[in-house]
């Protein structure tokens, strides 16, 4: 009786279904792939992303948060940057108000850069969950038709023969779950970790909207004093 282990009937399988199964196989590579640089890259930007509100946490204007923060790149330094270009932009106009919704529109641009860039990767893992069982289908309804043929070539119904066919077909279709079901699993992780990603960078563009409203606040004071004097 003919062995059928996996790779046996991999091996033995029509070239269109060898095609599929090495496809979905590659794709079931991208999302481990996807998952463990997704996973670094996320740990470390909360991380990096925590520890700066850490270090802003007792500054009082803008430029001593970027002095606390030195020449770091990332969200947090990109806030601040925003608020004081918009700050000296905006010098000698009286309305904090106008001050205050220009550098709130500048944030709400770099949350939304932020979020696509931290999202890159995604539409793959939900591409490989949504289409790799279709894919693996196709396979195995490709393969059973060739079983079918062979049958009606060999003009016999004996199960030992028909049943490695069918068995190689079906294979298609258990590859493709085996992709799309890690996949389905990984994006839905990844939508919450996200989520809760996306909250840290709110809450540092508010901590920078805070810092711009306290340094209106203080040079608005400065120019009653000086007009008391």
Same mark, same amino acid.
């Given at each position: ?23 979905? /196989? ?17 740990? /470390? ?13 007792? =500054? ?10 030195? =020449? ?8 601040? /940057? ?32 932020? =979020? ?35 049958? &009606? ?37 990844? &939508? ?11 809450? /540092? ?22 007009? =008391?004097?």
């Amino acid at each position: 009786m003919k062995e059928l282990s996996p790779w046996v009937m991999f091996m033995s399988a029509d070239v269109i279904v060898k095609a599929v199964m090495i496809g979905l /196989a590659f794709a079931s590579l991208m999302t481990w792939t996807v998952f463990i640089a997704k996973s670094i890259e996320l740990s /470390a930007a909360s991380a990096k992303l925590r520890s700066a509100l850490k270090k802003i946490a007792e =500054a009082r204007s803008l430029a001593e948060a970027q002095m606390a923060l030195g =020449a770091k790149q990332g969200v947090l330094p990109s806030f601040l /940057a925003a608020a004081l270009r918009e700050a000296r932009m905006s010098a000698g106009l009286s309305s904090d108000a106008g001050i205050k919704e220009r550098a709130a529109s500048s944030f709400s641009e770099i949350v939304r850069a932020e =979020a696509r860039r931290i999202r890159i990767g995604m539409g793959v893992l939900a591409s490989i969950g949504s289409t790799s069982p279709f894919v693996g289908l196709f396979g195995t309804v490709w393969g059973i038709m060739n079983s079918f043929i062979g049958i &009606s070539k060999s003009q016999t119904t004996n199960l030992a023969v028909v049943a490695p066919g069918i068995a190689e077909a079906l294979l298609a279709t258990a590859i493709g779950l085996v992709a799309a079901i890690p996949a389905v699993i990984i994006y839905n992780h990844f &939508s919450r970790v996200t989520k809760s990603y996306l909250e840290l960078v709110n809450r /540092a563009s508010g901590a920078a909207g805070r810092l711009l409203s306290r340094d209106l606040d203080r040079s608005h004071g400065s120019v009653h004093s000086r007009a =008391a004097e």
